[in-house]
């Protein structure tokens, strides 16, 4: 099935330094989300995007919404170590109603 | 205000068994999905129902997955008869429609299937 390709797989970075990720797809996508999910629990809700060049912050992350529709990155700045876990993009595809296409996934490790 | 909430959290059993898996979305949120995460496939979306109906189901893999939910606030995941290449983390998400994205997912549930 429809695949997205997060990279980098993982990242292991420094305390206060800042990340970027990126998601890219071979198709068009209407909305993009970004999830975090910590080791046991399920993905919370990062960001939502639903228009292509949108630029949305929520504290020290921000995401945008690629031009061509068929990429999108999240950028955090100043990390700290609770940034830790794996990140993940969701698209959602025109014409499949609810269904969410998720990326495979970010794993950020933050040392001291 | 609760989350989605699932259970078992963990649920251990032996081939052959059937397993029945539980959730209820967030009030108000009438789009349930069932996911199944492992480490070779990540997240792979199983059944989703808008409104207690199933929508699309092209993701169970087998007749030995069936998935029902009789109300708006439950719904189940059953596998019978488990196998040992059934175990994973099976998670329930809700949205608030079906034309609404933002899935809020439940913890979890790790299944082990020896």
């Known amino acids: 099935g429809q695949q997205l390709n997060q990279s980098p797989q993982s990242m292991f970075i420094q305390e206060g330094e800042d990340v970027s990720m990126n998601c890219t797809s071979s198709s068009i996508f209407n909305t993009w989300l970004w999830y975090k999910q910590e080791p046991g629990e399920g993905p919370v809700l990062l960001i939502a995007?639903?228009?292509?060049?949108e630029l949305t912050s929520n504290g020290r992350l921000t995401a945008q919404f690629g031009i061509t529709r068929k990429d999108s990155f999240l950028n955090i700045s100043a990390s700290i170590p609770s940034d830790v876990g794996i990140y993940f993009c969701?698209?959602?595809?025109?014409?499949?109603?609810?269904?969410?296409?998720f990326g495979t996934g970010t794993r950020l490790q933050v040392t001291l | 205000d609760a989350g989605v909430i699932q259970s078992p959290r963990h649920e251990v059993t032996e081939m052959g068994q059937e397993v029945t898996l539980r959730c209820k979305p967030i009030?108000?949120?009438?789009?349930l999905f069932w996911y199944r995460q492992t480490m070779m496939r990540g997240l792979e979306l199983l059944i989703y129902?808008?409104?207690?109906?199933?929508?699309?189901d092209s993701g169970m893999p087998e007749d030995r997955f069936s998935a029902k939910m009789p109300n708006a606030s439950f719904s189940t995941l059953k596998i019978q008869p488990s196998e040992p290449r059934d175990s994973a983390v099976y998670f329930c998400?809700?949205?608030?429609?079906?034309?609404?994205?933002?899935?809020?997912f439940g913890p979890g549930t790790r299944l082990t299937v020896t």
């Open positions: 009030s108000g949120h009438n789009s």
């Open positions: 969701a698209g959602q595809l025109g014409g499949t109603a609810s269904k969410l296409t």
């Open positions: 995007l639903y228009k292509a060049g």
């Open positions: 129902f808008n409104n207690n109906v199933p929508i699309d």
């Open positions: 998400a809700s949205s608030l429609s079906s034309n609404s994205y933002e899935q809020y």
